[in-house]
């Protein structure tokens, strides 16, 4: 039985991963990445960074003569993995994932060889995946890197525009990404929901994120440690690292206990365990649908993270098991009408 049980958790935990988006990228300049973190905050995705093995190598010197040259022995020789440059071993399970986000620069109209590498490795394993394409140049056109990409992933399925940004467009990004992302409709991949979960070590609360730039903003940034401070007597709030992003779409109301919010006039995320009004650039992230006392017990440092592993139903609150909630095996609150994991009384039971 026990077998079974665990058997079935795998099985949830592979229905609940597959169809995510990852974005892999190689920058030198700092373009590249620039543009996949945008990509990734927009399409609320993983990322991963191809790393040359080789540091400090000044690819871009003397009109890009390192790079023209490992872009030279690759063409000379396309199928020997010794004409490739090495990179950073990446662990990374592609079948997690059903849309593949390429962003790379772009060397002597070729893509840059580090990329290359990346996907000598691993093209193989995105048979059938979705791939975008997003290529950062000064001035040249895409059209080769195209062909790099179709022939590193030969059975990619390329449903997906390509998108061409220049170096001059990088100020841009925002907007040249937001209306990539809608003429091909990649918003449909994105969940309903983004869950992050705030533990102080000892209290743990979900909150529960709308799909709004700040709270896209604030999702692509975690994992996260922060000090969590008191202010006033109904709200504990924390910074982050960097600014949150927050755009038109963000909007400002009453914040009944539970609400996560950013008060962008000092950039700081406030979480509250009472109610609170409306006020002038104070934006609603989200809400939670644990115990708000829980919220006002957080102390010390906290580490802000992205719900989805599965250990989290391990460290749900107490509070929840008695309400009779209903959870997946990563810990996100369901309704009652959804499969997963359904704790009830202390006892777990799979429905499906």
């Keep these: 039985m026990r077998h079974l049980f665990a058997l079935a958790i795998l099985l949830i935990m592979s229905q609940l991963t597959q169809g995510r988006t990852l974005v892999a990228y190689y920058s030198h300049t700092g373009n590249c990445r620039t543009i996949a973190t945008e990509v990734k905050s927009q399409l609320n995705a993983d990322m991963i960074e191809v790393v040359p093995s080789e540091k400090g190598i000044e690819y871009d010197v003397n009109n890009y003569a390192i790079g023209r040259e490992l872009i030279s022995a690759i063409n000379n020789s396309p199928d020997d993995a010794d004409c490739y440059p090495s990179i950073e071993d990446i662990d990374i399970n592609l079948d997690n994932y059903q849309d593949i986000i390429v ?19 691993h093209g193989s394993k995105m048979y059938g995946k979705n ?3 997003v290529e950062s140049s ?10 790099d990409c179709k022939r590193l992933i030969p059975d990619g399925e390329y449903i997906y525009d390509n998108l061409w940004i220049r170096s001059s467009q990088t100020n841009n990004v925002n907007e040249m990404v937001s209306e990539w992302i809608k003429e091909n409709n990649m918003s449909n991949n994105l969940s309903d929901n983004m869950y992050i979960r705030v533990s102080d070590g000892t209290n743990s609360v979900i909150f529960v994120l709308n799909n709004t730039s700040a709270s896209q903003s604030l999702y692509s940034m975690l994992p996260l440690d922060v000090d969590v401070s008191n202010y006033s007597n109904n709200e504990k ?14 909007v400002e109301g009453d914040c009944p206990k539970g609400t996560i919010a950013l008060f962008s006039p000092w950039g700081n995320v406030v979480m509250y365990y009472g109610n609170a009004s409306r006020y002038s650039g104070l934006y ?10 829980i919220i006002s017990r957080l102390n010390g440092t906290m580490h802000v993270e992205a719900v989805t592993d599965s250990t989290s139903i391990q460290s749900l609150t107490d509070n929840a098991i008695e309400d009779h909630r209903h959870f997946s095996a990563n810990g996100m ?3 009652e009408n959804h499969n997963g994991i359904i704790i009830t009384n202390g006892k777990k039971f799979i429905k499906k």
């Design 103 to 121: 962003v790379t620069p772009l060397w002597w109209s070729r893509m840059a060889a580090p990329m290359q590498s990346f996907l000598f490795r």
């Design 131 to 133: 791939i975008g394409l």
């Design 138 to 147: 000064a001035s040249s056109g895409i059209s080769s890197v195209v062909t």
């Design 237 to 250: 709030i924390f910074y982050t690292p960097t600014d949150i992003r927050h755009g038109n779409d963000c």
């Design 284 to 293: 609603i992230l989200g809400s939670t649908n644990d115990d708000t006392d």
């Design 333 to 335: 609150p369901l309704k």
